[in-house]
């Protein structure tokens, strides 16, 4: 099975095209330090990955991922920007791209796509990763948690795309690591790629039934109608 007539791909940031997650958990432990509190292992962190800022921050007060709901609001506003202020200057540390992203976005903008970012971390911090990663000159459109009322799982960014872009859902496929991904391109009604090596909260990805599941990030072109010989190379 391949896809028909697809124009433009929205890809996820954290977990599909880079592992961000150490640097997220290494500014959540300095907020959580910084507050006098105890820290966490950066494989729990991972796991609270993915609803944007504000929730990772409420997780990492909480100390787990359903997090308290009467978090102290003068509490969370101070951690909120302890977490911001030290993530803006710390955000390439440890951050990579994933084997053969680099490569595999290349080909596919060569072969007339049109790619985009949608992602729910904040917008502010979106250029600069592309910068620190080499990633950039390759998308025509960046949204971020905060660019819009709504983010993933609702389907806003993914329709707010389609109407900047003047295509219609059935053009795009949406390419992520998360049931957030998964769930707005379904409420899109657009067709999705899902990536098992992210984050999703330790679940798995094949459970939201996306149109494909992928591995490595090189097998998403797979799909796709390419016509040229390619050779990858990060
Ligand atoms: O930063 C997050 O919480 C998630 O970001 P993502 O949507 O790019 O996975
Ligand atoms: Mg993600």
Redesign the pocket.
């Known amino acids: 099975m391949k896809f028909n007539n697809k124009q433009v791909i929205l890809f ?5 095209l880079i592992d961000s997650a150490p640097d997220l958990a290494l500014a959540i432990n300095h907020m959580l330090t910084t507050l006098g509190r105890e820290t966490f292992s950066d494989d729990l962190i991972r796991s609270w ?4 800022a504000q929730v ?1 921050v409420k997780r990492g007060l909480s100390g787990k991922a359903d997090f308290d709901q009467d978090i102290d609001p003068a509490l969370f506003d101070k951690a909120l920007d302890i977490f911001l202020t030290f993530y803006a200057k710390n955000l390439c540390v440890d951050t990579v791209t994933y084997a053969n992203v680099r490569s595999t976005l290349k080909i596919l903008k060569a072969q007339g796509y049109r790619l985009v970012i949608v ?3 904040p917008f502010d911090f979106i250029e600069p990763i592309l910068e620190g990663l080499q990633l950039t000159g390759l998308f025509e459109l960046l949204l971020g ?1 905060d660019s819009l009322p709504e983010r ?1 799982p609702s389907p806003l960014p993914l329709l707010h795309v389609c109407e900047t872009l003047s295509v219609t859902p059935e053009q795009c496929v949406m390419v992520g ?2 049931k ?1 991904d998964i769930l707005a391109a379904n409420a899109a009604n657009m067709q999705s790629i899902g990536l098992t090596y992210g984050y999703n909260y330790g679940e798995d990805i094949a459970e939201h039934k996306p149109d494909f599941v992928c591995s490595d990030f090189a097998d998403i072109i797979a799909p796709f109608a390419v016509t040229n010989q390619y050779e990858l190379v990060d």
């Open positions: 996820d940031l954290d977990g599909t990955v993915g609803n944007g990772i992602t729910n971390k948690g993933k690591d998360s957030n």
